[in-house]
């Protein structure tokens, strides 16, 4: 196991963010972000604590992009 797996993701010193804006989807950003709409659900699972249902995410939400 590396070390980056071993960190938690929200530890790891070279975590991306990503604040929600108005119109977003988790498919869009996981598209602008990864180049594919359907690594949504990496970005969900990651931000779990924050959002319940992936298809309900507000404008000004900051999401951890692993």
């Known amino acids: 196991m590396s070390e ?6 929200k530890d790891n010193p070279y975590a991306q963010f990503h604040v ?4 977003e989807t988790l498919s869009k950003i996981a598209e602008e972000h990864y180049g ?3 690594l ?5 699972n990651a931000n779990r ?3 319940a249902d992936p298809d309900k995410i507000k404008p000004g939400q ?5």
Do not use: R
């Open 4 to 9: 980056q797996e071993k960190t938690p993701a």
């Open 36 to 38: 594919d709409k359907m």
């Open 62 to 66: 900051k999401l951890l992009i692993p």
């Open 20 to 23: 929600v804006k108005k119109g």
């Open 49 to 51: 604590d924050v959002l």
């Open 40 to 44: 949504y659900p990496k970005i969900f």
